[in-house]
Every structure is written in C-alpha cells, then in structure tokens.
C-alpha cells in the first residue's frame, strides 16, 4: 500500500539551500557547484518534472554501493512490464512515437511538432495513453492528419510495422488507437453499475467477464480449501486471466510464462545483487525472490516477503515485484514495480519512536475492540533515501510504502513501512513560493502556521499512515481482502488516513517527544480539509468525479467530517471577496469525528461489508460541487502550477580498474525526454506486438 502527495503541499521557509557534500565527486554537479541544486526542470500539460537528490549515497560502502547499482537495474529492466500491463497496446504506441521523435525528417520547430512533443511526454509520465492519476484516456493535440504526416516523414524501417503490414494499414491502426475517444477510454473502471472488467482498459483480463473472473477464482480458492492447500496466497496476483481455446486460463508472470525477456533480466541482476547482499537475512529475501521469479509460485512469494520483512539490519532495501493492486478494477492482478533505497539512520529514530509503541496506538484507538489486533506484530517503520524508482513508481513516485499487502503475513510477522523523505524535500523544495498556499489558506495564521509546521506535519502523517494505520486493525475470520472490491483501495486509504489523523493530535505524541505543540497538528487539519473539501479539485476536468482511490478517500473523511460537524460548526464555510475558504473552528470536535469515522470505516473493512462502503464511498467521496469546482480551477489557473510531478532518477555507473569495481558514481541527469529515450533503448526487452 502506499502514500501518495496531497495537492497541497507546504511551502517551507528555508534558508539558503546549500549543496550537501557529498555530490561534489560528480564531474556534472562539481561544474555548479555552489549553484542550488534544480530541482523542477520543466512543465507540460498538467505535469512537471522534478530531480531529487540521494544524500548519503557518497557515504554507503563500495559493496552497499554496488548493491544500490544492480538493484536500479533490476529496477529498470522491469520497464516495460508497467507499459503493457496498464495497456496491451502501450508499448507499440511507444515504440512508434519515440520513432518519430528520433528518426522524423520534418520541421521540428512548428507548434504541432511541439505539440506532438508533449503528448509523448504524457505517455512516458503515465507509462501508456491513460492519464496516471484519473486513468482516463488523453487524447493529442494535434490533428489526425498531422500524425500521418508524420508517420509518413519517419523512415518506415523505424516503425514497428506489423509483418506485411502497409505504411497506410499502420496510419490507420494507430490512428484509431491514439485518437480514438472510444477505444480504451479507461484504464481502470471503478463503476459499479458496469462490467468492471470489460469497461478497463489495463491488461490483466483477456476475453473474460467480471463475473467470469470472479467464477475462476471462487473455484480456485474452494479447490485449494478442499485440497488442503494454502489458502492464504494472494491467488491471481502475478497473472494475466484469459479465454484460451474456450477456456479460461492463467498466464502467470516468470521466466518461460508471460514477459519472460524481462524477467530473466530482473533476475540476472538480482542474481548479481546476490554477491553483495548486506545480511544473511537479506541475501535469503533475494534468494526466494528469484526463485519466485523462476517459478511464478505465490507460496514462494509469500515466503519471499516473510524473509523480506526479517530483513531489518541492511541499510540499503528494496522493493521489486507485483505488488500494488490499484491497477486492476478488482483489486487482485499486481502491477510490477520496483524502488531501491537505503536507510536515513538519522530520520528514522522518528519514526522507531512509533513503532516501538505501536501496540499502545493498537490499544487505544477509537476501534470497536473486536476489530483491534490483539498483538501487533513487528511493525518496522523506516525512514529511506530513494535511489532509484522503476516500474509503476517512476516516474511518478508514492512518499510513503508499507509492505507486504498480504494481511495474514502484516498480523504474524509485521510489515516494514517507509517514508520518503528525499522524495517530500525535493516536492517541498521545488514548490517553494508558488502562492498555492496564499490562495487557498483562510488566514495569514494558517499560511504562516504550514510554513512554520506543515512538513514536519506532512511528514509525521504519512509516518503514522503508513507503519501504524495499515498494520492497524484485523478482519473478521472468513472476511477475504478482496471483499470489498472498487472500494477496497478507498477503503483502506481512508482507514489508515484517519488512523493518521486521530493521532497526530494525540498528546501521546507531545509524550513521545515527536511533536512540541499543538500547531503541528493543526497544520495537518487546516491542509487536509482545504485539500480533501476543495483544493484537490485541481486535478480533477470539469464535469468529471473523482476516480482515484487516494482522492476518493481525502474526499470521503473531508466531506463525512464537514457534514456530521455542521450542526455543531467544527467546520466553516466562509466566502471572502467571492472566494471560498473553510475555517476550522473547533479542532478538538474535528478529532473527535475522525475518531468516529475510523470507527465505521474499520467495522467495515473488518466485516467485508461491500454495501456500506458503497454507501459512503459514492455518497462522500466521488461527487464533485461544480460551482465549487469551477471557482477552484480558476484560482488554480491563474497560479500556472501543474498539479502532477514525475522525477528524474539519479544514473548510476560502474567505475572500474583492471576488470574490478572499485566506485559507483551517481549523476543526476536534467533532461527528462532523454532518460526516457535512454531508459527505452536500454531496458526493451518486451515484444512490441
Ligand atoms: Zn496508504
């Protein structure tokens, strides 16, 4: 499960930013040196693109070094599984533009070439043609007939023509992929009163019915109960479901089954990863997980996350599988990802702090105490340094991660959660003075009180988020995970959000020395209403709901919160000079009605109960006021801020003397087009078609 930026983020006073260090080696960096580092390197459409830094990487070891460097190769060889799981034909899409990119003899300084620029932009931010956040289908620019001039201008031997296939048959059938609003318009449908399978587009289903695939695995986990096999493995997650000669059948991702090329690529540097592990117990985590990788077994993969989570004296850690299951409308198909990253020893005695008290937290939250983990088990909580995002993670990245998602292993061995702290600095940094605070802040109090206390606060809720609020809670015996379906991923944001935001406010934080005042909190609840009740509207077309499981849930406990306080004026709408704000007047009553709220939300996770959270989720957390929405966008438009950030990894290289590693040295490239194309030349090992 992961953590997601708000819209809203802090704009921090600071001081002069100076250059840490240890990125003074690099021959790139040493050139500005005392420059500020740039963190935002350009704007297209809705996104931008920000560099992060990696401190402390000058500092690991030659073997922790090395580690870092396969593990971000491993992280990138996966590339192209994200592609063609969001969409079977993103990677031919790809192909073909980044053919025209290069290989295009035409004018390259018009406005439509621009145009076309940007789109293919917007298909390597989103890793395909569906928007990342909404999932919604983006459609070019520039015209169809414009598309085939250029197609026409791009020597064909570039082009990833089909055997046979003509220069007008290819026209047409990208054409039709690309410009069409009717093929593929979504890639993940969360609408109930639809087949949720046939109304996606992502890759996961193939000739098969929601109810067809819901058959299949009702059948498969009666047969495994019946077989006395293991019934705990997450069936279904590392496979694609298809209609194969009349049946149904599972195609399951692993060297010699589906995206074989890729894989073995994983697994050739993890395999090297193996040489140079940290621990015993990380070196038997990569073991399993190769060995999953060979065999596609889920058993092995759950035991590959047991000795992952075991794992807990290597400072350099990663995450590379099928993991997250927000892609797929029911909640089962993992998409794969990968993030390489090492420990901030110092950072994360803050978040030590939590764990080691986790079952205190356990105890005494608002939960029925039948849904309250009796013992909760090894919580580790962790602050990271990024060192490379790949897969699902990049370019767009989570700032927070818990994991393993399977909840029977989170209750009997725990989970390690993350926060990612270089990550939130380079969000907090590139935004400074943007004046999204000013607009959107009721009062110079609030902006005054999120510059002074709004990172330590954002910082501190996703700490709670992620190692406290999702290994919070047990289901009732019988209740699967997948109980909940569409509503599963809002559900459970919603659940560790609250969890979050009830303990933030806690004076056991002031106890635990986390927090020193009161405002800390406050900040937190000023920017989680603005956000939840208006400010994330930003991202959101007019006319449209919300979709996005994140964004549901802000809208969810923001709307259910201001609803349930009216009659007791917790929250305030407030209309200034035509301009909405909402003032929070009793912070204390606001707490109580998340406590409340947590309660509900965990009740229903614990039981699977698909109805209410149907209720609550269309009720509070998908419609969108108009008038409000049109207000918002207008404020927003006037600031020229893109409201989606994707990154630019770090390149790591071997520096070698006489055949031996002896450095690995980190760049930080600023062009963004050119590491997709490096990224696309170096790490395609799929078929286009
Ligand atoms: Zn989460």
């Known amino acids: 499960m992961r953590t997601f930026i708000t819209i809203f983020i802090m704009t921090i006073a600071l001081t002069a930013f100076s250059l840490p260090q240890q990125r003074k080696g690099d021959d790139k960096i040493s050139r500005e040196n005392e420059e500020e580092f740039k963190y935002l390197t350009e704007q297209f459409a809705d996104s931008k693109i920000l560099r992060y830094l990696v401190p402390g990487f000058e500092n690991l070891s030659l073997k922790q070094k090395t580690l870092v460097y396969y593990l971000s190769q491993a992280a990138l060889s996966g590339r192209d599984i994200t592609y063609d799981q969001n969409y079977k034909s993103n990677l031919l899409i790809r192909t073909t533009l980044e053919a025209?990119?290069?290989?295009?003899?035409?004018d390259r300084k018009s406005e439509e070439f621009k145009k076309f620029v940007v789109y293919l932009k917007r298909v390597w931010f989103c890793n395909g043609i569906h928007h990342h956040y909404s999932t919604d289908k983006f459609l070019p620019e520039f015209s169809r007939e414009y598309f085939s001039t250029l197609i026409s201008a791009t020597p064909s031997g570039s082009l990833p023509l089909a055997k046979k296939q003509e220069n007008g048959q290819f026209i047409a059938e990208m054409t039709d992929l690309i410009f069409n609003p009717e093929v593929a318009p979504k890639r993940v449908s969360l609408d109930p009163s639809g087949d949720l399978i046939l109304n996606s587009a992502s890759n996961f289903y193939e000739g098969v019915k929601q109810v067809e695939a819901e058959?299949?695995?009702t059948k498969m986990k009666k047969e495994a109960k019946k077989n006395k096999m293991d019934t705990l493995i997450s069936f279904g997650l590392n496979s694609k479901l298809v209609r194969e000669n009349g049946k149904i059948v599972e195609k399951t991702y692993k060297t010699g089954g589906l995206y074989t090329q890729a894989i073995e690529q994983i697994v050739?540097?993890?395999?090297?990863?193996l040489t140079v592990t940290e621990t015993p117990e990380q070196n038997d985590a990569v073991k399993k997980l190769i060995a999953y990788y060979e065999s596609g077994n889920l058993k092995t993969w759950d035991e590959y996350n047991i000795a992952w989570v075991?794992?807990?004296?290597s400072l350099v850690d990663f995450v590379n599988g099928f993991i997250e299951v927000y892609g797929d409308p029911m909640a089962m198909k993992g998409s794969w990802e990968s993030i390489v990253n090492f420990k901030d020893v110092e950072a994360t005695k803050r978040t030590e702090i939590l764990?080691?008290?986790?079952?205190?937290?356990?105890?005494?939250s608002p939960v029925a105490p039948e849904f309250k983990k009796k013992t909760v088990k090894g919580v580790t909580a962790k602050v990271i340094t990024v060192a490379q995002l790949g897969g699902e993670s990049d370019p767009t990245t989570p700032i927070g991660v818990n994991l393993p998602n399977a909840n029977w292993i989170?209750?009997?061995y725990g989970s390690k959660s993350v926060t990612m702290d270089n990550i939130t600095d380079a969000y907090d940094k590139a935004s400074q003075g943007n004046g999204f605070l000013e607009e959107f802040a009721f009062s110079a109090e609030e902006v005054k009180r999120s510059k002074e206390f709004g990172h330590l606060a954002g910082n501190l809720t996703t700490d709670l988020h992620e190692c406290l609020g999702h290994g919070s809670g047990q289901l009732n015996h019988g209740v699967g995970a997948d109980a909940l379906k569409n509503y599963h991923s809002t559900?459970?944001?919603s659940r560790a959000d609250l969890f979050a935001l009830y303990y933030i406010s806690d004076p056991m934080l002031v106890k635990l020395g986390l927090v020193t005042n009161e405002e800390v909190a406050k900040a937190e609840y000023d920017s989680y209403i603005r956000n939840g009740l208006m400010t994330q509207l930003v991202r959101i077309h007019p006319g449209k709901n919300i979709e996005e499981s994140h964004m549901r849930d802000r809208a969810l406990i923001a709307h259910w919160v201001y609803e349930k306080g009216k009659s007791k004026k917790i929250i305030a709408k407030v209309t200034r000079d035509g301009k909405t704000y909402f003032r929070i007047n009793d912070y204390e009553g606001l707490r109580a009605e998340f406590g409340e709220l947590l309660k509900i939300i965990q009740q229903i996770t614990s039981e699977g109960d698909y109805k209410a959270a149907l209720e609550l989720v269309e009720t509070y957390g998908v419609q969108v006021d108009p008038e409000l929405h049109k207000e918002v966008l207008k404020r927003y438009e006037r600031l020229?801020?893109?409201?989606y950030t994707g990154f630019i990894n770090p390149q790591y290289s071997l520096v070698k003397k006489n055949g031996v590693i002896v450095d690995v040295k980190i760049a930080y490239p600023v062009d963004f087009a050119k590491q997709m194309l490096f990224y696309s030349k170096r790490y395609s090992f799929l078929p286009v078609r």
């Open 491 to 493: 559900i459970e944001e």
């Open 100 to 106: 025209i990119y290069r290989d295009y003899t035409g």
């Open 215 to 217: 058959e299949f695995y």
């Open 640 to 643: 020229n801020i893109a409201p």
């Open 355 to 364: 764990s080691n008290n986790a079952q205190w937290f356990e105890d005494n």
């Open 310 to 313: 075991k794992d807990l004296n």
């Open 410 to 412: 989170r209750k009997e």
């Open 268 to 273: 050739l540097w993890l395999k090297k990863a």
